[in-house]
């Protein structure tokens, strides 16, 4: 008897999932309805664009100042070195038969090479940072733009 049973129930529970979604079918959804969740879709979207350009942004103004910094080091390091190299130049004009003098004048003219490239590199990389920062900005502008029009539209 509880065999039955269970074989009966478990007859209908398989036919429960067979028939009940067959049964079933999905309602109509008219063409505004979708036309308005794409929509929606395209201002989310559109929205956490925004928000992950402003996030960039954030980042690229924080690391404005250090970018500045550098610059300004890199700049102070090339003069100090051209100083030094010009120091050197002219002790070695007084004494040009110094072979001492001429290494130490060939090692401060290197150095000032170096720290001039090095400030030159500084400069550019501020001007990159500073080229992205208002990149990023006009993209949050055109977003914010578009969205606005889009929430005006969906409206």
Same mark, same amino acid.
């Given at each position: 008897?509880?065999?039955?049973?269970?074989?009966?129930?478990?007859?209908?529970?398989?036919?429960?999932?067979?028939?009940?979604?067959?049964?079933?079918?999905?309602?109509?959804?008219?063409?505004?309805?979708?036309?308005?969740?794409?929509?929606?879709?395209?201002?989310?979207?559109?929205?956490?664009?925004?928000?992950?350009?402003?996030?960039?942004?954030?980042?690229?103004?924080?690391?404005?100042?250090?970018?500045?910094?550098?610059?300004?080091?890199?700049?102070?390091?090339? $003069?100090?070195?051209?100083? $030094?190299?010009?120091?050197?130049?002219?002790?070695?004009?007084?004494?040009?038969?110094?072979?001492?003098?001429?290494?130490?004048?060939?090692?401060?003219?290197?150095?000032?090479?170096?720290?001039?490239?090095?400030?030159?590199?500084?400069?550019?990389?501020?001007?990159?940072?500073?080229?992205?920062?208002?990149?990023?900005?006009?993209?949050?502008?055109?977003?914010?733009?578009?969205?606005?029009?889009?929430?005006?539209?969906?409206?």
């Amino acid at each position: 008897m509880k065999k039955i049973i269970s074989i009966t129930c478990a007859v209908v529970f398989t036919l429960s999932f067979i028939i009940i979604p067959a049964k079933m079918v999905a309602q109509p959804v008219s063409g505004d309805s979708v036309a308005a969740l794409k929509t929606q879709k395209n201002i989310l979207e559109l929205s956490k664009k925004i928000n992950d350009n402003k996030i960039k942004l954030a980042k690229l103004e924080n690391s404005l100042e250090q970018k500045t910094r550098e610059m300004e080091d890199t700049q102070r390091e090339a $003069e100090k070195s051209a100083r $030094e190299n010009s120091t050197a130049a002219d002790k070695l004009s007084n004494d040009a038969q110094d072979k001492a003098l001429a290494r130490r004048a060939k090692k401060s003219a290197k150095e000032a090479k170096n720290d001039s490239r090095h400030a030159r590199i500084a400069t550019a990389n501020l001007k990159d940072l500073k080229d992205d920062i208002e990149s990023v900005k006009k993209k949050i502008a055109s977003d914010e733009s578009k969205l606005s029009s889009l929430s005006a539209a969906s409206n």
